[in-house]
């Protein structure tokens, strides 16, 4: 397919003048014109580049000046077709009235983002790739925000986070999911700059507990294997 794009010499490709060349020219030069919140842009051009293999997610209503998140990721390796990969973000609002809702009429956990995951290159996505996926989309979902708070079953995601600022050009070459980390750090550092106050936290999974980070973190599971069965991108 590239040499019907491009002509070789040594070790070096040179694209010709044929349209097909152009276009991919044009695709390759153009800046991503979405502001923060809005579709478009790298998430809806990720199908056509072939580097980031997630749909667009669903988008939460407008966010408060404080917010919680509970992300998580789930695997499921039985699935017809081949294993699949699911992320998602449920928003928590510390300020309203019942913040908590009342599980038994469903209502809890009704602001949420997720998504299916596929391949990343050659590589299969991992529950790690989808649960630090879904710590850069709920950081998306947040502009608004004063205060995002989030909270997530995975201590090597926490560590990578936390660190990011810090990660050296060598550390970056050997980070996995590195394409999620390089934009979650962008992102952080935009948003530190403007004033937002960010903290990830490590909450104890599957603990059929009753407090608020133990039911919240099942609500992201269950948000996360709902995600896991829809088509993969």
Same mark, same amino acid.
């Given at each position: 397919?590239?040499?019907?794009?491009? =002509? &070789?010499? @040594?070790?070096?490709?040179?694209? =010709?003048?044929?349209?097909?060349?152009?276009?991919?020219? =044009?695709?390759?030069a153009t800046? $991503?014109?979405?502001?923060?919140?809005?579709?478009g842009g790298?998430?809806?051009?990720?199908?056509?580049?072939?580097?980031?293999?997630?749909?667009?997610?669903?988008? =939460?209503?407008?966010?408060?000046?404080?917010?919680?998140?509970?992300?998580?990721?789930?695997?499921?390796?039985?699935?017809?077709?081949?294993?699949?990969?699911?992320?998602?973000?449920?928003?928590?609002?510390?300020?309203?009235?019942?913040?908590?809702?009342?599980?038994?009429? @469903?209502?809890?956990?009704?602001?949420?983002?997720? @998504?299916?995951?596929?391949?990343?290159?050659? $590589?299969?996505?991992?529950?790690?790739?989808?649960?630090?996926?879904?710590?850069?989309?709920?950081?998306?979902?947040?502009?608004?925000?004063?205060?995002?708070?989030?909270?997530?079953?995975?201590?090597?995601?926490?560590?990578?986070?936390?660190?990011?600022?810090?990660?050296?050009?060598?550390?970056?070459?050997?980070?996995?999911?590195?394409?999620?980390?390089?934009?979650?750090?962008?992102?952080?550092?935009?948003?530190?700059?403007?004033? &937002?106050?960010?903290?990830?936290?490590?909450?104890?999974?599957?603990?059929?507990?009753?407090?608020?980070?133990?039911?919240?973190?099942?609500?992201?599971?269950?948000?996360?294997?709902?995600?896991? $069965?829809?088509?993969?991108?």
């Amino acid at each position: 397919a590239l040499a019907e794009l491009a =002509t &070789q010499s @040594g070790k070096h490709w040179t694209l =010709t003048d044929c349209p097909a060349a152009a276009a991919l020219k =044009t695709e390759m030069a153009t800046e $991503d014109p979405r502001t923060e919140g809005e579709t478009g842009g790298v998430c809806s051009q990720a199908p056509s580049l072939g580097w980031m293999a997630t749909r667009e997610p669903q988008r =939460t209503p407008e966010t408060p000046a404080s917010v919680e998140w509970y992300v998580d990721g789930s695997r499921k390796p039985e699935a017809v077709g081949g294993p699949t990969v699911g992320w998602a973000a449920v928003r928590r609002d510390p300020d309203a009235d019942d913040p908590d809702q009342d599980p038994g009429n @469903g209502e809890r956990g009704t602001a949420y983002i997720m @998504g299916a995951m596929g391949k990343v290159g050659t $590589d299969e996505p991992t529950i790690t790739t989808a649960e630090s996926y879904a710590i850069l989309e709920a950081l998306r979902a947040s502009h608004g925000a004063q205060e995002v708070h989030i909270y997530s079953a995975s201590k090597s995601c926490v560590a990578t986070f936390k660190d990011l600022e810090h990660t050296t050009p060598r550390a970056w070459t050997r980070l996995a999911n590195r394409w999620v980390w390089r934009q979650t750090a962008r992102l952080k550092a935009e948003r530190l700059a403007a004033g &937002q106050k960010i903290t990830v936290e490590w909450v104890r999974a599957h603990t059929d507990g009753t407090s608020t980070e133990a039911v919240w973190n099942d609500v992201a599971d269950m948000r996360a294997k709902e995600a896991a $069965d829809e088509e993969r991108p």
